[in-house]
């Protein structure tokens, strides 16, 4: 499900806060370069990597002026004064691997994740779809470690991949919806919301997930508060 625009101003403030202007950038995992042109707004040098052909395509008409190479995120070349890692690590293969190569090749590594899932009206579209989805006792609980949404465990994750972490901060950003539609849409498009309107139709989905964030309604649109973190980090070897 896409967000909606302008969410990550917030977010990005903090990634590049107190880096000097004119600093080498990497964007690992760069998507469609929103992060990117921001950086580059702020005076950084940035090049973007991202492992889609189709996502770097988009980013160059995003922020023309950066330099995008195709890539791995686990296998990370050059060296820069930082390397960002914004709302990636939830979805690489293995997270220390890609920590590591940050180290390897960041003066400074500055990593987002999500909040836990209580912290963040996020959450409400799940609950909103509940009704429609197979019963908890169903649905396949995932296996492995607690997720990077927990700071203890992605504190733990930065160590393993021979960072010390400086700080581990606490951002919220505003999701604005400006209308029904640009709440809904996106989420009827997704795997879960297509699931939901295949089993309930998409009429009582809609009724529902407008039921559901009506006391986040201003005016005619909607505005959600979330909740990430951003770990600022530096290889151990540079302490």
């Known amino acids: ?12 403030e903090v990634v590049l806060r107190g880096i000097p202007e004119g600093s080498t950038v990497l964007d690992v995992g760069c998507g469609p370069g929103v ?5 580059e707004s702020c005076g950084m040098r940035v090049t973007g990597l991202d492992s889609s052909r189709a996502a770097l395509a988009q980013a160059e008409k ?5 330099r995008f190479v195709l890539g791995d995120a686990h296998q990370l070349e050059g060296a820069y004064d930082l390397v960002a890692l914004v709302q990636v690590l939830a979805h690489v293969t293995n997270p220390v691997k890609v ?3 940050a180290a390897r090749v960041g003066g400074r590594v500055r990593a987002t994740v999500w909040g836990r899932e209580e912290e963040s009206d996020i959450r409400l579209f799940g609950e909103a779809l509940e009704p429609f989805l197979p019963p908890r006792s169903q649905r396949r609980t ?3 470690p607690p997720p990077l949404t927990e700071p203890d465990r992605f504190r733990k994750v930065a160590g393993l991949a021979g ?3 400086l700080a581990l901060d606490e951002v919220r950003s505003p999701f604005a919806y400006p209308d029904e539609d640009a709440l809904v849409g996106p989420l009827l498009q997704s795997d879960l919301g297509r699931f939901a309107a295949n089993r309930a139709g998409p009429a009582a989905v809609r009724e529902a997930v407008l039921a559901t964030f009506a006391p986040r309604r201003v005016g005619a649109g909607y505005r959600l508060e979330n909740l990430f973190r951003v770990m600022d980090a530096v290889p151990a070897r540079a302490r």
């Open 62 to 66: 995003t922020a023309p002026t950066a």
């Open 35 to 39: 992060f990117a042109a921001f950086a």
């Open 163 to 165: 960072l010390e972490v």
């Open 1 to 12: 499900m896409s967000s909606p625009e302008g969410w990550g101003a917030p977010l990005y």
């Open 99 to 101: 920590l590591q190569e």
């Open 142 to 144: 995932p296996a492995g």
